[in-house]
């Protein structure tokens, strides 16, 4: 099993964090994303799923628009900035088919540092806007790897992403 995770794009500035849009920069970083690394990421994916605020949402749209991808969008609770990720850590090692997730950071990099076996609350890469990460997981969930025993594959960013910003 594969999993793809996406942090969204640049977003605007603003006071409700919730309905902040991608800006012109987040549409760009999302049509340089590295055309390989995104049709590896669909061609084993049946839907993709992003959390429930705008720029989340916009960056999945624009990765269905630009890349011509024929699978389904879905909302998925517990993607947020400030949500627990070992909770989406444990959903997703229960997973049978390859996963495309598109979320938030502090949420995704403490979540990949779970998977990867560092300790709680170590971010396990530094992911940028855009940046998208590629885990596969070696084997299922047991006592000693809750959840399961991962490895890192790839990662990419589009090539504007100077900046953590």
Known sequence: MKLFLLRHAHALPGEVDA????????????????????????????VI?????????????????YYKVQVPLRKLEGLAPDDV?????RLLAKSVGSRLIVGHNP??????????????????????????VALE??????????????????MAVPPDDTANS
């Open 19 to 46: 309905l902040r849009r991608l800006s012109p920069r987040g549409r760009r970083q999302v049509r340089q994303l590295s055309t390989q690394a995104v049709e590896e990421a669909v061609a084993t994916v049946r």
């Open 49 to 65: 799923e992003h959390s429930t605020l705008i720029r989340s949402i916009e960056t999945a749209q624009l990765l269905q628009k």
């Open 85 to 89: 990720p070992v909770l989406t850590a």
């Open 107 to 132: 949420h995704l990099s403490m979540m990949v540092g779970m998977m990867l076996g560092l300790k709680s609350g170590a971010e396990g890469i530094k992911f940028r806007k855009a940046g998208m």
């Open 137 to 154: 997981r070696l084997y299922r969930p047991t006592p000693k790897h809750p959840y399961g025993k991962w490895r890192l594959l790839w």
